[in-house]
């Protein structure tokens, strides 16, 4: 388990003390400030067999992978957006309040954020398509 450690001395005693910020808090942290965006649906948390699997926001740490070190974070993010909205607006207002966030709450600076959108969601129901007919199959040509 990666930790954040900060050592201070401080000014009325000769004391030491350690502050530890825990990856899984950072992680929260990055969830909570994407749920904050206009346009984000949810987390995804993978893909099994070719379909995204978006996350419920009471996990809001799940679609999120951070790195923590003494001082600097990085985030890694996957995200499903609102059909409708500017994929690069909605990533760049992700971008500027997870950085925000983590830095006002942890005191880390935040070196890097990535981003990847793993689908789009439609609010309303689609209506089911008829399936097309499958052609007839020729006999191959290679063995």
Known sequence: MTK?????KTDDKDMRFQVVVEKNVVAKIAGLAVKEVEGVTGMAGGIKDGITTILPWSKVERGVNVEVGTSEVAVDLSVVIQFGHNIPDVTERIKKNVCERIEIMTGYTVVEINISV???????VQPEMEPEPVPEQKPSRVK
């Open 118 to 124: 793993s689908d789009i969601r439609l609010d309303e």
């Open 4 to 8: 954040a450690k900060e050592t201070k």
